[in-house]
């Protein structure tokens, strides 16, 4: 069955952002989380559960579907579907707090199989990224050449996912526009972040748009299973800009004037 973000017109490979967005079930041993340093944090984040969705930033009605699903499928208890309820909306200090006192109970309980995470980020969690980045650029949903559009839908959403969409726009709306995939995985590949597991992801998010440019119709993601399995700070996609401290942004190159 299409998922609701395919039925918005993604082309990409969404197996490959949710590898690169990490797993809780793999790394803690518990589908619920807090995915910034305990002891110095460095973002606004929530408590996080897979698949990479932040509780206390997230959008209500979506977290209230997510919660609610995972509760009919069984995979929460009543205790802790209300446990985790009492989550929602904290942040830093206060998602800290909360998950030093309540992981116990969710560890080797709560654990998301990654195909049902697959499916709750194509029908719920995803969906506002891509409908934020083609609503501000049009031009992403009509990529006539199908390897391109599988890269660069793919690049975008995992990019989006975790360093929120409205940057994304900011970045790269003038050369999405004109086509010029090369610059933007250039400007995606040179973005720096103090967590070096972040700055591997770009550049992995830029080297698809670049394997895609070289390979052209033999271009094939590959979902490597093995890397990235600790889970990264996500960016809601409505944040307001002050919560990006903690990235680099590189300066964007102004557009030539046509004379």
């Known amino acids: 069955m299409e998922s609701k973000l395919e039925r ?5 490979n969404l ?3 949710l590898n690169e967005e990490g797993s809780g079930a793999k790394f803690y041993h518990s589908s619920v989380y807090y995915p910034d340093s305990r002891t110095n944090p460095q973002t606004l984040s929530g408590i996080t559960i897979d698949p990479g969705v932040d509780l206390g930033n997230g959008d209500r009605y979506m ?19 209300s446990l985790i309820k009492s989550a929602v909306g904290k942040k830093k200090l206060g998602a800290i707090d ?7 109970f969710f560890k080797n309980k709560f654990l998301v199989p990654n195909d049902i ?33 599988i890269a660069v839908h793919t690049a975008l959403l995992s990019f989006a996912y975790n360093y929120g969409a409205s940057r994304v726009v900011q970045l790269t709306r003038y050369y999405l526009q004109t086509r010029d995939y090369n610059k933007i995985a250039l400007i ?15 550049k992995r998010e830029a080297d698809l748009i670049n394997q895609a ?3 052209m119709n ?38 030539e004037l046509q004379l």
């Not at 918005?8 to 990409?12: D, P, S």
């Not at 909360?98 to 116990?104: C, D, F, L, R, V």
């Not at 995606?188 to 770009?202: D, F, Q």
């Open 8 to 12: 918005l017109g993604f082309k990409g």
């Open 15 to 17: 197996a490959w952002v």
């Open 63 to 81: 977290i209230d579907d997510v919660l609610r699903e995972y509760f009919n499928q069984g995979l929460l208890t009543g205790g802790e579907y």
């Open 98 to 104: 909360w998950i030093n006192t309540n992981e116990k």
């Open 117 to 149: 995470a697959l499916k709750m980020m194509g029908n719920y969690s995803a969906d506002g990224y891509w409908k934020y980045l083609t609503d501000q650029v049009p031009e992403l949903n009509s990529i006539i050449v199908p390897f391109m559009a």
């Open 188 to 202: 995606i590949g040179s973005i720096k972040h103090r967590c070096n597991a972040l700055t591997e992801r770009r």
């Open 213 to 215: 440019i070289k390979k």
């Open 218 to 255: 033999d271009f094939k993601i590959v979902v490597d299973e093995n890397i990235n399995s600790m889970p990264l700070t996500t960016i809601p996609f409505n944040l307001k800009d002050e919560i990006y401290s903690m990235n680099f942004i590189p300066e964007i190159p102004k557009p």
